[in-house]
């Protein structure tokens, strides 16, 4: 590094950015952490809190295909296309199935892999030394049938061996041993020994961010209207202030499209709206000890500092349009289905602090865009973490570190460029 280049902004502070933050500090960087909000206050706030590297096949699944129409139609469905937004999505759902063929869906599984596999490892030292290891567990997670036949259980299973994944079959008994509030319903689970989880992910971020800030890193509410990229700096503005800096990094996770437009990169980016639902007044203590997600009803449940979290669902909507609570609610249903014993919960009464609404900013093949802009050395891309964002953040910090100091990366970078897509 040298002093021309010192002075580095990195724009959003969700996990992706603080990750960057805290890593670009530690090498010896100035850093200016931006938000337009608060630290965390996007989508790295309600999320499921699963450090998910079980995760490593793309979302464009071709069996998808005759399932997507029915799935799309029913408003409450775990997955859910506003009819007025359908023309907004078409692009990115026609590159979305290009992604099913099988090629390059073992190429971008591929990719996701080698991001995903030492993923929470990245995270120990990190949060160790924010004083925050607290904030992980690692007691694995859980994957629960309940009436699917067992021959998909078990074809589900020999995926995920297949793939390298620490993976073991359990039949009822095994499974409510370990989870004693499961329902007798679950028939059979898929038991991930090596994933983790944490009881707060707003907390993660502001640990990381707090540790950053000790190492000497600044942090400024401020909105990024427009970026300017001169010979010898660049200029980030609002309506009120511009401020320069050497190099920037751009990680606005959902609102990123607008930010690269202005720089002239296409971004394929589409908002995966997301649903969570906080169960608080814990009525037991082992409501749960790991996440389990149902297989069938396609939601998550994982057990939190405040009680349980219950999350999922994929509404696309795009980033205006007002929460539909009822998606939230509706996740309450499922999971008295699965649990003999649960916090009350009365939409009616219920807290509007309750429920949440998150954006995830997910690419049509699945990986994530990292690596510096081609045509703008001094800025570097990080976004675009679709479901995995909470998963991949500590890795992401580390490469880009790497990428920002000009030494070799980890794993191989080049399939997440943006050239992919310009
Ligand atoms: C229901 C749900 C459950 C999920 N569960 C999991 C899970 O269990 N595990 C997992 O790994 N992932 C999960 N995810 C996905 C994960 O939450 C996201 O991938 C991750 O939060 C994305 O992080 P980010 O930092 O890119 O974006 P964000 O957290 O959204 O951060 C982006 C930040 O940029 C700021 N910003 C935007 N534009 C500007 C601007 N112009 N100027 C200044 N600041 C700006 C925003 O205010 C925001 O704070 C889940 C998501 C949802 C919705």
């Not at 005759?66 to 859910?80: A, F, I």
């Not at 591929?110 to 991001?115: C, D, G, N, R, V």
């Not at 640990?207 to 942090?219: E, M, P, R």
Request: net charge positive.
């Amino acid at each position: 590094m040298t002093k021309a280049n010192k002075n580095i902004a990195v724009i959003g502070a969700g996990i992706i950015g603080v990750n960057c933050a805290a890593e670009l500090q530690k090498l010896g960087f100035q850093v200016t952490l931006l938000d337009k909000e608060n630290i965390g206050e996007g989508c790295s706030k309600g999320n499921a809190g699963h450090f998910a590297t079980e995760q490593v096949f793309p979302l464009a699944e071709a069996c998808l295909l005759w399932q997507l129409p029915k799935l799309l139609l029913d408003p409450l469905g775990p997955v859910r296309l506003s009819p007025q937004y359908l023309p907004k999505a078409i692009p990115w759902f026609i590159k979305f199935i290009a992604n099913m063929f099988a090629s390059k869906r073992a190429k971008n599984g591929a990719a996701l892999k080698t991001l995903n596999k030492h993923a929470i490892d990245y995270y120990k030292p990190l949060l160790k030394a924010a004083g925050a290891e607290h904030l992980l567990t690692t007691k694995g997670s859980l994957l629960v049938f309940e009436d699917s036949p067992i021959t998909l259980v078990e074809k589900q299973y020999r995926h995920y061996a297949d793939a390298g994944i620490a993976v073991k079959m359990l039949n009822r008994e095994q499974t409510l041993a370990l989870e004693p509030n499961l329902s007798d319903k679950i028939q059979h689970a898929l038991f991930f020994t090596d994933v983790a989880h944490t009881v707060d992910p707003q907390a993660v971020c502001i640990a990381i961010a707090n540790y950053a800030k000790s190492l000497g890193c600044q942090y400024r509410q401020f909105c990024v209207d427009q970026i300017k990229y001169n010979r010898d700096n660049i200029e980030l503005s609002n309506s009120n202030e511009t401020l320069s800096f050497d190099q920037i990094i751009i990680a606005t996770g959902a609102w990123s499209k607008t930010l690269l437009k202005q720089l002239n990169y296409k971004l394929p980016l589409e908002v995966e709206r997301g649903y969570s639902l906080n169960l608080s007044n814990k009525i037991v203590d082992d409501e749960l000890s790991r996440p389990v997600a149902s297989a069938e009803r396609r939601f998550i449940m994982t057990p939190m500092a405040h009680g349980l979290r219950l999350a999922g669902t994929v509404e696309f909507a795009g980033l205006k349009k007002k929460a539909n609570m009822q998606r939230a609610d509706m996740l309450y249903q499922h999971a008295e289905q699965m649990l003999n014993k649960l916090p009350s919960f009365n939409a009616k009464e219920a807290d509007d602090g309750q429920r949440w609404l998150g954006f995830r900013p997910s690419m049509p093949d699945s990986l994530p865009v990292l690596g510096r802009a081609p045509q703008h050395s001094k800025v570097c891309f990080a976004l675009g973490h679709q479901h995995l964002g909470l998963t991949l953040g500590a890795i992401t910090g580390k490469l880009v570190g790497q990428i920002m100091t000009d030494t070799a990366t980890d794993i191989d970078i080049k399939p997440f460029s943006i050239s992919r897509f310009n």
